[in-house]
């Protein structure tokens, strides 16, 4: 059973850039989380979204948004990027939509780099 | 917000060696999770616990959730250099969403052969 897919896996950006990166959860798995993942501040919740429905967002300004399609697949944009966005963005799925019980699988992450 | 304090921060140990490191938070959860992260990759789930006082085992890991809910300690026997990464506690609230998972901020596992 394939696992969680991110793509691109490693970024460059210039400020006020955009992004958008791409993640393909586990086959069934119906919701979907993204996080940001910094030394300092750790993994930090952006937002979760089922059956194409954000159902919760975190801390963070609305430069970061996102989306799930049909099938599943998310995508996370981040617009008018900023030097403190560098982090890796780590994507989760789990297996039962309002499953709740906060095990998550987790992709490999995409890299960014803001120059 | 709500915060987890995970301890301790780093470690470094001789291949061998048992390992215990903890997490503790002034909220209330009602799960536990621990997490472990090697480097290039995303978190692994290891154990998840669901009741006060639960001890769960999965092979040299062992992991307890406190009996007042707002605390939790990983302990890994015999260590080896496989051990090696980053171990992350995460909490999850009442009502929770995936949304209301809180990390801790990691110990650092390094394991000397």
């Known amino acids: 059973k394939a696992g969680v897919t991110q793509t691109p896996r490693y970024l460059i950006k210039t400020r006020g850039q955009q992004v958008t990166l791409s993640c393909s959860p586990i086959?069934?798995?119906?919701?979907v989380s993204w996080y940001q993942q910094t030394p300092g501040q750790g993994l930090q919740f952006l937002f979760e979204?089922?059956?194409?429905?954000?159902?919760n967002k975190g801390n963070f300004p609305g430069r970061f948004s996102g989306r799930q399609f049909s099938n599943s697949r998310s995508e996370m944009n981040v617009s008018t990027l900023e030097l403190g966005d560098s982090a890796l963005y780590l994507c989760a799925s789990s297996p039962r939509g309002g499953d709740k019980t906060g095990e998550l699988f987790f992709g490999e992450g995409s890299r960014l780099t803001v120059l | 917000g709500q915060q987890l304090n995970q301890s301790p921060q780093s470690m470094f140990i001789q291949e061998g060696e048992d390992v215990s490191m903890n997490c503790t938070s002034s909220s209330i959860f009602n799960t536990w999770l621990w997490y472990k992260q090697d480097p290039g990759e995303g978190p692994v789930l290891l154990i998840a616990?669901?009741?006060?006082?639960e001890l769960t085992s999965n092979g040299r890991l062992t992991a307890q959730f406190g009996i007042t809910r707002k605390d939790s300690f990983l302990n890994i026997s015999a260590s080896i250099p496989s051990d090696v990464g980053i171990y992350f506690c995460a909490g999850l609230n009442y009502g929770g969403s995936q949304g209301n998972l809180i990390f801790g901020k990691g110990t650092k596992l390094s394991v000397k052969p």
């Open positions: 979204y089922f059956s194409e429905t954000q159902r």
């Open positions: 086959s069934g798995h119906r919701s």
């Open positions: 616990l669901y009741k006060a006082g």
